[in-house]
């Protein structure tokens, strides 16, 4: 029997919407697929699509924008006119070597007289540290300007100026509530910035800078900051979308002789780079600088000016990054070892497996236990805490990765006092701790998440964007998804549910038969579709068989054909019965809601899902229902039920007409819908 993996969510859909993509499509001559996609991302007026579409350096911001960046550009042009000596101070990551790299292009132009200084990650740790400040200073450095760092470093900077140091720092991490008192503080994300645009990367901040300094955008250099932006994450909308897409124009044609050495070595073609060759080859090189030997490494690779250096240190980054990778598989192996004999040893006890993973080992290089901490988390779909442990001291230094619906670093305050040092956020932190206090973190985060997640939230999610029929999906406009292009944080690859198709043909792949090829009909309309890994399947397929598959759209080109292809994500048959909740159900919900009178919002959907049987997004639709018709408020974030309201029909809610032909359309049990907007 075939089921689905995940929890299939898709995205809201209404007749507004319907309306906005049909505009769009006679406006801008785009299909209605892309049409519709560019609504669902938030651009359903024709300026906005166009200004998505096609904007260049129109969408750049006045550097000056940013609070302090007068004040930063007058401390730098004093320090320049006096031939001060300034110290560029970066981060060991991709974001941070990107952003030193761009300041030295950028300081080496103006003339100034300068160097620059990444900490190492093992011997300094991250950011602004007392030893290189004294460093900094028996070197004659009198101006720090950091970058991707320094908006937590209140106590390093002021030890830094009782040396006699000035710092500006540019950064773009979340501010703490004391800001540095520094020359210059400039991040977007400080409460009292009115920068238009949020979601710089550090590279982005170090650019701003670099225009403020030159007096124009220095659009030379967009290939360095696409590196640091798509390495770090970071939104691929506004003005990032419109960096990158520079970037990775100047890329496949770029001057840059550090990129072209790495390109060589690493084997990958320039002239077709996209936002996946950067994230997936580009950045691991570079970040494996830092990881097992020193960033500087990587610094020198995108400042070089001789080929012939440039290569050597390209090929030095890839054989680090072939390092890693090794070292990455035998601590994943080690790991997967202790966690299996943890699941033996629950299971030899008559107990469940522990829902948080918390798994430790000694010489475990803590440079790549991050990555160890991500493949864990996608096999086993559970929160995930990685730490390496030194013999001698017994101290363990830690990375912890999350699932959706349990908060890392609401949990790991709460189990505050057994840790030394810890930071990060909802789905990623840090954190170390002496290796006696491991089975008791481990068994407090267990107890959080079990009691903060409701059974669906153990369910690894997919989020779709549309519905697409067979026939839609063909070449042209499949093509046409180029133009919403760089894909990637903040504006992913579209992920389509294709519907109404039936099984026309099938049959396995690959080696040991590992992989799926499927054939969709639906009338004349066909696509084949690809399914890596899901060989086992095919015993449970027929012929005719209706299939929903999950995935995305590409174009397959074999001896001079192009063929519309659906590389598949998930699948399930298509199912004839609805899943639409009747009025009965409806009313088993108020039931519940109405003995509560008011509840606070967070955690009621789960809640009622437990006690009523429903899954979470159709509870978190009746309740929209429900406010729709005046039933329940909202306020303060409580729900707050109706004393006695006005009776109505549920067909008299939008929400519900809405809710109920979305419904009808899908026809799947296995497919959810997310709250309307």
């Known amino acids: 029997m075939i089921q689905a993996k995940t929890r299939w969510t898709l995205a809201p859909w209404n007749s507004e919407y319907e309306r906005q993509a049909q505009q769009l499509s006679d406006s801008l001559r785009v299909s209605p697929l892309v049409a519709k996609l560019l609504v669902q991302r938030g651009y359903g007026d024709q300026a906005a699509a166009e200004r998505f579409l096609r904007g260049g350096e129109d ?17 730098i042009r004093a320090a320049a006119d006096k031939q001060e000596k300034i110290r560029i101070y970066g981060d060991y990551d991709a974001d941070g070597v990107s952003s030193t790299s761009l300041l030295v292009h950028v300081f080496r132009e103006l003339g100034y007289h300068f160097d620059y200084y990444i900490p190492h990650r093992v011997q300094e740790g991250y950011g602004l540290n007392r030893g290189a400040i004294e460093l900094a200073a028996s070197e004659g450095v009198s101006l720090l300007v950091t970058v991707d760092t320094g908006i937590s470093a209140y106590e390093e900077i002021e030890y830094a100026k009782g040396l006699g140091i000035d710092v500006v720092v540019t950064d773009h991490h979340e501010p703490p509530s004391l800001i540095p008192a520094a020359v210059a503080v400039v991040n977007p994300k400080r409460a009292d910035c009115p920068y238009p645009f949020k979601g710089l990367a550090g590279v982005g901040v170090a650019f701003k800078l670099a225009h403020a300094l030159m007096g124009r955008a220095p659009m030379e250099w967009a290939d360095i900051v696409c590196l640091g932006t798509i390495a770090d994450i970071m939104p691929l909308t506004g003005e990032n979308r419109m960096l990158v897409r520079s970037g990775l124009q100047r890329l496949r044609n770029t001057g840059n002789i550090g990129f072209r050495a790495l390109a060589e070595a690493a084997g990958f073609e320039l ?20 990881r097992l030997d020193h960033a500087k490494r990587a610094v020198e690779l995108l400042t070089s000016v001789d080929y012939d250096d440039a290569i050597l240190a390209a090929s030095s980054l890839d054989a680090l990054n072939k390092e890693r990778q090794r070292i990455v598989d035998a601590v994943v192996k080690e790991a997967a070892q202790q966690w299996a004999e943890k699941c033996e040893a629950a299971e030899a006890a008559g107990e469940e497996a522990p829902a948080v993973i918390v798994l430790a ?47 890392l670093h609401e949990a790991l305050t709460e189990c505050a006092e057994l840790l030394d040092h810890y930071g990060g956020h909802q789905a990623a932190a840090g954190m170390s701790l002496h290796r006696d206090r491991l089975s008791e973190l481990e068994r407090r985060l267990g107890e959080l998440a ?5 059974e669906q939230e153990w369910i690894p999610k997919t989020p779709i964007d549309l519905v697409c029929r067979v026939g839609e999906a063909n070449t042209d406009t499949i093509a046409e998804l180029a133009k919403l292009e760089p894909f990637g944080a903040g504006n992913p690859s579209p992920r389509l549910l294709l519907q109404g198709g039936a099984l ?88 519940q809601l109405r003995k509560l009178k008011r509840a606070p919002l967070a955690g009621l959907t789960s809640m009622l899902a437990e006690s009523c049987g429903h899954p979470e997004s159709v509870i978190a639709m009746m309740m929209n229902v429900f406010m729709d018709l005046g039933f329940m408020t909202e306020k303060d974030g409580e729900a707050i039920v109706a004393e006695a309201p006005e009776k109505k029909d549920l067909s008299t809610s939008s929400y519900y007409r809405e809710a109920k032909r979305q419904a009808e359309r899908l026809n799947a049990p296995h497919v959810y819908y997310e709250e309307m907007a």
Not at 371 to 387: C, E, N, T
């Open 59 to 75: 969408l750049l911001h006045d550097p000056f924008l940013l609070k302090d960046m007068e004040a930063a550009v007058a401390r």
């Open 504 to 591: 026309g043909d099938y049959r396995t792949m690959g080696k040991e038969s590992k992989h799926l090829k499927l054939l969709m009909r639906e009338g004349r309309a066909a696509i084949d579709a690809v399914g890596f890994g899901m060989g086992e399947l095919a015993v449970s397929l027929e012929a005719g068989m209706p299939l929903d598959l999950v995935g995305e759209l590409s174009i397959n080109e074999w001896n001079g054909q192009r063929k519309p292809q659906l590389q598949i994500q998930d699948l399930h048959p298509a199912s004839a019965s609805g899943h639409f909740p009747g009025r009965e159900q409806f009313g088993a919900v108020y039931i």
């Open 271 to 290: 002239g077709q780079t996209t936002s996946q060759t950067v994230g997936f080859s580009m950045a691991p090189r570079i970040n494996a600088a830092g």
């Open 361 to 407: 080992g000694e010489g475990w290089n803590v440079g790549v236990i991050g990555i160890v901490a991500s493949k864990l988390l996608d096999r086993h779909y559970k929160p995930v805490v990685i730490l390496g442990i030194d013999s001698e001291s017994g101290m363990c230094k830690g990375s912890a990765r999350s699932i959706d619906g349990f908060d």
């Open 450 to 454: 079990l009691a903060k997640m409701s």
